[in-house]
């Protein structure tokens, strides 16, 4: 694809540097340098806030197809209403075909809407674990930003120690809880986008035999001119035209995942080893 290998920039930065960065705050969050103020490290609600965004967003993308399919099904009505009006028996046959053919797509992309939104469901359990760990973050936080305090108010606050001791625990605590969000991050996003390429590829695979059928329907049409006073041949596509429509209708109902094909030729080729072994030498 013509396009970037990443939708970020590092503007310029070589990726060890980048590395590098990223040690030397985890350290300093760690170990202060000798005579400065310890503090917390900001707790990063980014990652949250950037989560929320992409489920509203997604849920516009939503909005943005289901409004679409409205369009779509007054479309498909009014050019079958518009062939009707002009008294042409072929284009009014052909444009009511083709308002069946724009009618169904309408429906594969309501259908796409639905698999989008599971898709999107599926990226709430992220969300909703995050925000489950955020409690743990916060109170990891304000340990620390109380041992900063006392270190610079009161270096020898015995208060350091029980603060030190709580933030280990805290830190243990913090671990377990980020091992699970890391967990369900990856297994959840890695279902909500299997979820959505699945549709996508059903959606683009329907699309094209609608696409097929459509282009069939209009091959009866013909646009042979005709001059000034010429009657046009008579229309006799009708029977034509329905059944384009009822092999576009069955090869639809044909249509599998090619995960379920892959499935059906296994099966195929197992029951015919079967049979081969079956019969006497």
Same mark, same amino acid.
């Given at each position: ?5 990443? &939708? ?8 060890? /540097?980048? $590395?590098?960065?990223?040690? +030397?705050? =985890? &350290?300093?969050?760690? @170990?202060?340098?000798? %005579? ?31 409004? =679409? ?29 083709? %308002? ?6 309408a ?7 639905? !698999? ?15 925000? *489950? ?5 916060? +109170?990891? $936080?304000k ?31 913090? &671990?377990? =809880?980020? #091992? ?17 390429? /699945?549709?996508? +590829?059903?959606? #683009? ?8 059928? *459509?282009?069939? &329907? ?5 646009? #042979? ?8 041949? *008579?229309?006799?596509?009708?029977g034509?035209? @329905?059944?384009?429509l ?7 109902a @044909? ?10 030729? *296994?099966s195929? $080729?197992?029951?015919? %080893?079967?049979?081969? +072994?079956? !019969?006497?030498?």
């Open positions: 694809m013509n396009r970037a290998v990443s &939708l970020r920039s590092s503007k310029g930065r070589e990726p060890s /540097a980048v $590395a590098s960065d990223k040690v +030397q705050a =985890a &350290l300093a969050a760690v @170990r202060p340098p000798s %005579g400065a103020v310890e503090e917390a490290v900001p707790v990063r609600d980014s990652r949250a806030a950037t989560d929320a965004r992409l489920i509203k967003t997604e849920n516009n993308v939503i909005s943005a197809y289901e409004t =679409a399919v409205k369009e779509r099904h007054s479309v498909a009505a009014q050019l079958s209403d518009w062939g009707e009006a002009t008294g042409d028996d072929m284009v009014s046959d052909i444009s009511d075909k083709l %308002g069946v053919i724009i009618a169904e797509f429906e594969i992309e309501d259908w796409f809407a639905s !698999q989008l939104e599971d898709s999107r469901s599926v990226l709430k359990h992220i969300r909703n674990i995050e925000q *489950g760990v955020q409690p743990c973050r916060d +109170q990891k $936080a340990v620390i930003d109380r041992i900063a305090h006392l270190r610079h108010s009161k270096p020898e606050a015995p208060e350091i120690v029980r603060l030190e001791q709580e933030l280990v625990r805290v830190e243990a605590q913090n &671990l377990v =809880a980020e #091992a699970q969000l890391t967990n369900i991050t990856r297994s959840k996003l890695k279902e909500s986008y299997q979820l959505h390429f /699945a549709a996508v +590829q059903e959606r #683009a695979e329907k699309s094209i035999i609608l696409a097929k059928y *459509g282009c069939k &329907l209009l091959d009866l049409l013909d646009d #042979a001119q005709i001059g000034p006073g010429e009657m046009s041949q *008579g229309y006799e596509g009708e034509a035209a @329905r059944q384009t009822v092999e576009c209708e069955n090869e639809l @044909r249509w599998k995942p090619e995960s379920e094909q892959m499935s059906d030729e *296994g195929l $080729a197992a029951s015919e %080893g079967e049979a081969k +072994q079956s !019969q006497p030498a």
